[in-house]
Structures are given as structure tokens and as C-alpha cells.
Nanobody, 115 residues
């Protein structure tokens, strides 16, 4: 099983930026589909962005042009660069890994956008 540890969340003012990181254990990271999801209280967890093993990316419409997902296979790490943050981006952000025979979630990191 792949263990995922997120970091980089925090409090930021509207218009600001944050970079989330997700470090994965094990040796199969480069083969995994990696994604960032977010969840607010009372709502379902939703996909924000994902990146395939070959580097292809996919974003939900409301973060396109503001968020960028990337991966560094040498460091077993996936990133989410978040720019032009809005109050509605406030949520717990979760890292997710999906492979042929496994799926794994991180513990989540809180992002709060507020003045």
C-alpha cells in the first residue's frame, strides 16, 4: 500500500498563492494516477486536478488557469500550485493515488482563504 502525506496548507488572503505537496512511499509512484481532491463540510469530496503517469493533466473547470498540478517522480511527490485563491477555495485538500491494484488517500491538509 502507498502511504501519502500532504503538506503546504494554511491561511492565505484572497488573491494569494499556496503550493501543496504530497509525498508518497514505495517504489511504484511513477506508475500511479495522482490526484488532488477537496472537501468542505456537508459536501462530497470532489476532484480538483489529476495527473497521469505520463504527465497528462486534467482540471475541474473552476480552477483552470489558476491551479497547476505537477509531479516529480524522482522525489515521489505530486504538487498543486494554487494561484489567485478565492474564499470559495477554502476546503480540506486530499491527495489520492490510483494504481492497477490499489487506491490510497492522504490525511488531508486545510486550506483557508480569508482576509
Amino acid at each position: 500500500q502507498v502511504q501519502l502525506v500532504e503538506s503546504g496548507g494554511g491561511l492565505v488572503q484572497p488573491g494569494g498563492s499556496l503550493r501543496l505537496s504530497c509525498a508518497a512511499s514505495g517504489t511504484i509512484f511513477s506508475t500511479l494516477l495522482m490526484g488532488w481532491y477537496r472537501q468542505v463540510p456537508g459536501k462530497q469530496r470532489e476532484l480538483v486536478a489529476e495527473i497521469t503517469s505520463s504527465g497528462s493533466t486534467n482540471y475541474v473547470n473552476y480552477v483552470k488557469g489558476r491551479f497547476t498540478i505537477s509531479r516529480d517522480n524522482a522525489k515521489n511527490t505530486v504538487y498543486l500550485q494554487m494561484n489567485s485563491l478565492k474564499p470559495e477555495d477554502t476546503a480540506v485538500y486530499y491527495c489520492h493515488a490510483f494504481g492497477s491494484f490499489m487506491t490510497s488517500w492522504g490525511q488531508g491538509t486545510q486550506v483557508t482563504v480569508s482576509s
